[in-house]
């Protein structure tokens, strides 16, 4: 039975009802550690999702992402785990998670796991409850965006899986990519959740040179409004599930 991310967030949540803080979700980007994209995307996104009202902790057992900037914004931190395997992973985002409900302030942490950790049988499958992938608009990174949601759903079943779309041209090119991707979802991915798209995202990678969020750098441009508009559907559905 598909499961809902609020059926798992007592792996979030101090088992004390009456100490518990405000809520927080993790976030897990399914992307290769060289994809580059990725994390100039959720550095980007934890910017943004900062500037929503979110206090936000960026959790890395990568370690390609320790020279980062992490002083944009007052409200993200990031914390190193030197961690192999999905359940090392996931210790250090409840420990984040718990960080964050004690500054009494909603919270979401950030995270990347890589494909190859997903096995079938890893512990810890509460960490993938809430997915997101990368997807280009060609067929053979699709059916790449596929494979990664599938193994998410066999080790976390009922997982909400979302995707945003990047490489594309125009709403147009992203819907026809988004379209045959959901096409193409079969049992254990029940569904996708679609989290918009990035215009011009080589200026994702220009904001991390220039140690500023492309929101800041560049304002005005379609990066910026793509950016903004990934954070909010993120940040609308971070507000359902904590109502």
């Known amino acids: 039975m598909a499961r809902e991310l609020a059926d798992v967030l007592h792996y979030f949540l101090d088992e ?9 979700r993790c976030l897990a980007l399914v992307a290769e550690p060289d994809e580059l994209l990725g994390v100039a995307l959720l550095w980007n996104l934890a910017h943004e999702l900062a500037r929503c009202g ?12 320790e020279l ?3 002083d944009a914004t007052g409200g993200l931190t990031r914390l190193l785990a030197p961690v192999q395997g999905l359940a090392g992973l996931a210790r250090a985002v409840r420990e ?4 964050l409900r004690a500054t009494r302030a909603p919270g979401l942490v950030l995270t990347r796991v890589p494909p190859a950790w997903l096995e079938p049988g890893a512990a810890a499958t509460e960490l993938l409850a809430w997915s997101l992938l990368l997807c280009g608009p060609d067929a053979e990174q699709g059916a790449e965006a596929l494979a990664r949601g599938q193994r998410v759903a066999r080790v976390c079943p009922g997982a ?8 594309v041209r125009g709403v147009r090119e992203a819907e026809t990519a988004f379209g045959a991707l959901a096409r193409g979802v079969a049992c254990p991915l029940e569904g996708l959740w679609s989290y918009g798209l990035l215009l011009d995202d080589h200026l994702l990678y220009d904001a991390l040179l220039a140690r500023r969020p492309a929101s800041q750098q ?7 409004q793509a950016l903004r508009d990934v954070a909010r559907l993120l940040h609308e559905d971070w507000q359902r599930d904590a109502g």
């Open 16 to 24: 004390d009802a009456g100490a518990r803080g405000p809520a927080t």
């Open 54 to 65: 979110l206090s936000i902790a960026w959790v890395t057992a990568l370690s390609d992402e």
């Open 68 to 70: 980062l900037p992490v």
């Open 96 to 99: 984040a998670g718990g960080k």
């Open 160 to 167: 909400r899986v979302g995707v945003t779309l990047h490489g």
């Open 218 to 224: 560049r304002p005005e441009s379609r990066a910026a």
